[in-house]
């Protein structure tokens, strides 16, 4: 989950400035999302509810990624560049720009995930009740039907999901050519 920083400027005027950015990104959130399916209809979509910051704890994590940015933007690095950290006080906030209620507001109204979703279809132990997929990632009840990709992965990675994308992929690989194998004998 990451805030947007920078929301009062346009598009338009950011693209004539010059600038950096700097996301501070939590990748490790206690608040944990759902997916429920809508119906019984496999062409209905899903009820996704990421339920970002229902742990108060990620709100208080974000915040004080946003402070240490703050702490970067006023090092003498960054002076020489005159770089600023946009408004951060949202309109009609009742709350100084930097105070911890404004910053936890900041955080929750821009928040959204980092294209990385992972954990929809969790692998694990027979005896693991919460796993839809077996270490073989095959869906448990579902003949002849596997999950090979990043949803798969019941944590999120410190890193990109990339490496470990392709490394499932790999792994499943291996698993099906074997299964074919030893179907044939």
């Excluded at 980092?114 to 839809?132: E, S, W």
Aim: net charge neutral; charged share 25%; hydrophobic share 35%.
């Amino acid at each position: 989950m990451l805030p947007y920083l920078g929301y009062d400027i346009t598009d338009e005027e950011r693209m004539k400035i010059e600038g950096i950015t700097i996301f501070p990104t939590l990748l490790h959130p206690r608040s944990v999302g759902e997916i429920r399916l809508r119906s019984s209809a496999p062409l209905d979509d899903p009820i996704i509810d990421y339920q970002y910051y229902s742990d108060p704890h990620d709100a208080k994590v974000m915040v004080e990624g946003i402070r240490l940015v703050k702490r970067v933007f006023e090092t003498n690095s960054m002076a020489k560049y005159e770089a600023r950290i946009l408004d951060l006080k949202l309109p009609g906030s009742k709350h100084d720009a930097w105070s911890q209620e404004n910053l936890e507001e900041f955080v929750r109204h821009f928040a959204w995930t980092l294209y990385h979703p992972i954990g929809t279809c969790k692998m694990g132990a027979a005896n693991d009740q919460t796993a839809v997929l077996d270490p073989q990632l095959r869906v448990r009840g579902v003949k002849g039907l596997r999950v090979v990709d990043a949803s798969i992965m019941p944590h999120l990675v410190s890193g990109n999901t990339n490496c470990p994308s392709i490394m499932i992929g790999e792994r499943g690989a291996d698993l099906i050519k074997r299964d074919h194998k030893n179907a044939k004998l």
